[in-house]
RNA sequence: GGGGGUGUAGCUCAGUCGGUCAGAGCGCUGGCCUGUCAAGCCAGAGGUCGCGGGUUCGAGCCCCGUCACUCCCGCCA
């Protein structure tokens, strides 16, 4: 909290109260608002605490008083006065310090200002862009103010939490080396080395493996991570993590201690979470829910109805259970007198999620079965539909018959789309564990198998037989920490052996002598003693963006860019002088 | 790369069928006002209707293109 010492004032105004009445003050802050009564002037003076009204009065001070009617909002002054009560009926129960007032003797103008390009007023929604533009206005507004402060709370916590917990706190490079895999890096030509160029790190993830084979055991840094690819109200080229390693541990202590650690920082923001958090296998959330980071606040969980369908004469329906594949489906519970066309929608959108499409039954409330397929059902299997479902009169059951994937994921999709339209109520914080994600995807546009979570993620022990055989099968020792429907982080127990990874980078369809080129510093690293570990990564932003109720991580950083990365306040990215580009070799005329 | 939304005064927005249609509130400027707190009252200034082109007797409104912002898909190990 804002104190008054080394600075020019006595006391800092938005945090006087009537205790501090009597008080002789010397105040410094922004014109917020000005009252001008003609033979009396208020002038609500804000700082980084809050407002205070001052009077001006010809009375007590004429010089005061004559600055006082030259003023203008956001100009910038030291005011000294007395602190008083309010005279009875005047007290303004709305702000912290209503009940006294500040009786101005004395006035000095710091700086003047230019009316601003939008009022610092809370009540005010101002278009982004403009915002942004002006951002050191934008931030005088309680609001962002609040969001800022709240981040440097749970920053300071998650230090003083891992801190506590023998974790050292360790700068690792910016200027670092380009990675095949994973997002498109920032790249930054080399003066010193023609041609050659460094990239930005995504994430420190291979230091921090450095750092545990050089003996450091427990390691944290709040970190700057850059990735050069298309953004999003939660995705910036730039962002923080709160990044974590230790050695010697099983994927639980990892868990336990990430927990122990969350449930104090939540409580920056008054939340009470309770641990240990549930642990839900990948499996099991993309069979429930459809997603690898379900929002569980509210129901509407996938059944699958492939036994109350085995033989079924729906084409549909037997077609897909024929080739393997499952129906599933949801129950928007009353969503049954929903039009044609709202249905119409939610078909559209499987259909553009990967299903053929969505097969529905619509229960209207009066008892009617309004369906186009149900004509093709027979009475046993919709008595089992019923009972799967637990359908009542006023039930919408949306079904897609598709291989698992496919089904699942697009299920997943239509039920946050019915949970927005139902507008069913998402309060509070759901956390909970992901665990358990297959260590391969196949990626089918490169024809390659691709590592899930990354390429140094620990297989199953007991699956290191199928990496060659059957990648997809082979399940991996990796965690996310997933609240109210967003992935906050996610890490893994990472691969301590280099033979090990070396296989896992085959596996991906490296070649093995571009595997040394691009990794031999790290299996080197792999062979000169390095421990069994493994991490996590939280996104700050993410994370203080939760706990703030917003729905941009932009309102959660001071200096954020915009939806197409440029920064309207700089200006940023923008030319430069030939010369530079001669100095780093980009240009050699 | 693709799809949706938005763009009119400093800010937030309205603008009907293409024809008093350049408008409101806030802000700003000036005046009045000694208990307001989103002060009040009176007056005033303020416009490249994002930009370019087209259709039309006539375009803020219709058409084409383009730019910016924003949301989503792809992408983001």
């Given at each position: 909290m804002l104190d008054a010492r080394y600075?020019?004032?006595?006391?800092?105004?938005?945090?006087?109260?009537?205790?501090?009445?009597?008080?002789?003050?010397?105040?410094?802050?922004?014109?917020?608002?000005?009252?001008?009564?003609?033979?009396l002037i208020f002038v609500d003076l804000r700082d980084r605490e809050g407002l205070v009204q001052c009077v001006f009065d010809p009375d007590?001070?004429?010089?005061?008083?004559?600055?006082?009617?030259?003023?203008?909002?956001?100009?910038?002054?030291?005011?000294?006065?007395?602190?008083?009560?309010?005279?009875?009926?005047?007290?303004?129960?709305?702000?912290?310090?209503?009940?006294?007032?500040?009786?101005?003797?004395?006035?000095?103008?710091?700086?003047?200002?230019?009316?601003?390009?939008?009022?610092?007023?809370?009540?005010?929604?101002?278009?982004?862009?403009?915002?942004?533009?002006?951002?050191?206005?934008?931030?005088?507004?309680?609001?962002?103010?609040?969001?800022?402060?709240?981040?440097?709370?749970?920053?300071q916590r998650f230090r003083k939490e891992l801190e506590h917990r023998g974790f050292l706190e360790v700068e690792t490079p910016i200027l670092t080396k380009s990675t095949p895999e994973g997002a498109r890096d920032f790249i930054v030509p080399s003066r010193l080395s023609p041609g050659r160029f460094y990239a930005l790190p995504q994430s420190p993830q291979l230091f921090k493996q450095l750092l545990m084979v050089g003996g450091l055991e427990r390691y944290y840094q709040i970190a700057r991570c850059f990735r050069d690819e298309d953004l999003r109200a939660d995705r910036q080229p730039e962002f923080t993590q709160v990044d974590i390693e230790m050695s010697f541990v099983r994927d639980e202590d990892v868990l336990s201690m990430m927990e122990d650690v969350m449930h104090q920082v939540v409580k920056e923001a008054g939340i009470d979470l309770h641990t240990p958090l549930p642990r839900l296998t990948y499996m099991e959330v993309m069979d429930r829910f459809g997603s690898d980071r379900p929002?569980?606040?509210?129901?509407?969980?996938?059944?699958?109805?492939?036994?109350?369908?085995?033989?079924?004469?729906?084409?549909?329906?037997?077609?897909?259970?024929?080739?393997?594949?499952?129906?599933?489906?949801?129950?928007?519970?009353?969503?049954?007198?929903?039009?044609?066309?709202?249905?119409?929608?939610?078909n559209q959108l499987a259909i553009d999620s990967g299903a053929k499409g969505l097969a529905w039954i619509a229960f209207t409330p009066d008892g009617e079965v309004r369906s186009p397929i149900a004509k093709f059902l027979s009475e046993p299997e919709m008595a089992a539909l019923r009972s799967a479902l637990d359908v009542a009169p006023g039930d919408l059951v949306l079904m897609v018959a598709d291989a698992p994937a496919v089904?699942?994921?697009?299920?997943?999709?239509?039920?946050?789309?019915?949970?927005?339209?139902?507008?069913?109520?998402?309060?509070?914080?759901?956390?909970?564990?992901?665990?358990?994600?297959?260590?391969?995807?196949?990626?089918?546009?490169?024809?390659?198998?691709?590592?899930?979570?990354?390429?140094?993620?620990?297989?199953?022990?007991?699956?290191?037989?199928?990496?060659?055989?059957?990648?997809?099968?082979?399940?991996?020792?990796?965690?996310?920490?997933?609240?109210?429907?967003?992935?906050?982080?996610?890490?893994?127990?990472?691969?301590?052996?280099?033979?090990?990874?070396?296989?896992?980078?085959?596996?991906?369809?490296?070649?093995?002598?571009?595997?040394?080129?691009?990794?031999?510093?790290?299996?080197?690293?792999?062979?000169?003693?390095?421990?069994?570990?493994?991490?996590?990564?939280?996104?700050?932003?993410?994370?203080?963006?939760?706990?703030?109720?917003?729905h941009s991580i932009r309102d959660v950083i001071a200096f954020p860019k915009t939806s197409s990365g440029v920064d309207p306040l700089t200006g940023a990215p923008d030319v430069v002088a030939g010369r530079q580009l001669r100095d780093v070799h980009l240009k050699h005329d």
């Amino acid at each position: 909290m804002l104190d008054a010492r080394y600075s020019i004032r006595s006391h800092v105004g938005g945090k006087l109260r009537a205790s501090d009445t009597g008080e002789a003050v010397t105040l410094a802050g922004w014109v917020h608002r000005r009252r001008d009564h003609g033979g009396l002037i208020f002038v609500d003076l804000r700082d980084r605490e809050g407002l205070v009204q001052c009077v001006f009065d010809p009375d007590a001070s004429a010089a005061a008083f004559a600055l006082a009617e030259r003023v203008r909002p956001e100009w910038v002054v030291k005011l000294a006065g007395t602190v008083r009560m309010r005279p009875e009926g005047t007290v303004n129960a709305n702000l912290p310090t209503g009940s006294i007032e500040v009786l101005v003797t004395s006035a000095e103008v710091l700086n003047t200002s230019e009316t601003p390009p939008f009022e610092v007023d809370a009540a005010i929604e101002t278009d982004e862009a403009l915002r942004l533009k002006y951002r050191y206005v934008d931030i005088r507004r309680p609001e962002v103010l609040a969001a800022l402060t709240l981040r440097d709370r749970v920053t300071q916590r998650f230090r003083k939490e891992l801190e506590h917990r023998g974790f050292l706190e360790v700068e690792t490079p910016i200027l670092t080396k380009s990675t095949p895999e994973g997002a498109r890096d920032f790249i930054v030509p080399s003066r010193l080395s023609p041609g050659r160029f460094y990239a930005l790190p995504q994430s420190p993830q291979l230091f921090k493996q450095l750092l545990m084979v050089g003996g450091l055991e427990r390691y944290y840094q709040i970190a700057r991570c850059f990735r050069d690819e298309d953004l999003r109200a939660d995705r910036q080229p730039e962002f923080t993590q709160v990044d974590i390693e230790m050695s010697f541990v099983r994927d639980e202590d990892v868990l336990s201690m990430m927990e122990d650690v969350m449930h104090q920082v939540v409580k920056e923001a008054g939340i009470d979470l309770h641990t240990p958090l549930p642990r839900l296998t990948y499996m099991e959330v993309m069979d429930r829910f459809g997603s690898d980071r379900p929002d569980t606040r509210f129901g509407i969980e996938l059944s699958d109805l492939s036994e109350a369908f085995a033989a079924s004469g729906f084409q549909v329906f037997a077609g897909a259970l024929a080739s393997g594949g499952v129906v599933k489906g949801i129950n928007a519970k009353g969503a049954g007198a929903w039009s044609r066309g709202r249905i119409d929608a939610l078909n559209q959108l499987a259909i553009d999620s990967g299903a053929k499409g969505l097969a529905w039954i619509a229960f209207t409330p009066d008892g009617e079965v309004r369906s186009p397929i149900a004509k093709f059902l027979s009475e046993p299997e919709m008595a089992a539909l019923r009972s799967a479902l637990d359908v009542a009169p006023g039930d919408l059951v949306l079904m897609v018959a598709d291989a698992p994937a496919v089904a699942n994921e697009v299920l997943g999709t239509v039920r946050l789309r019915v949970a927005d339209e139902l507008e069913l109520p998402r309060e509070g914080h759901s956390a909970l564990w992901v665990t358990d994600f297959p260590m391969f995807n196949y990626d089918a546009e490169e024809g390659r198998w691709s590592a899930n979570h990354h390429p140094f993620t620990r297989p199953w022990d007991d699956h290191l037989t199928m990496i060659e055989s059957d990648p997809g099968a082979v399940l991996s020792y990796s965690y996310d920490l997933v609240m109210d429907g967003l992935e906050i982080g996610g890490g893994t127990l990472r691969i301590h052996d280099a033979a090990l990874q070396r296989r896992v980078l085959a596996a991906m369809g490296l070649d093995p002598a571009d595997t040394e080129v691009q990794f031999g510093f790290l299996l080197e690293a792999l062979s000169l003693g390095a421990p069994p570990h493994g991490g996590i990564a939280l996104g700050l932003d993410r994370l203080v963006m939760l706990l703030a109720g917003k729905h941009s991580i932009r309102d959660v950083i001071a200096f954020p860019k915009t939806s197409s990365g440029v920064d309207p306040l700089t200006g940023a990215p923008d030319v430069v002088a030939g010369r530079q580009l001669r100095d780093v070799h980009l240009k050699h005329d």
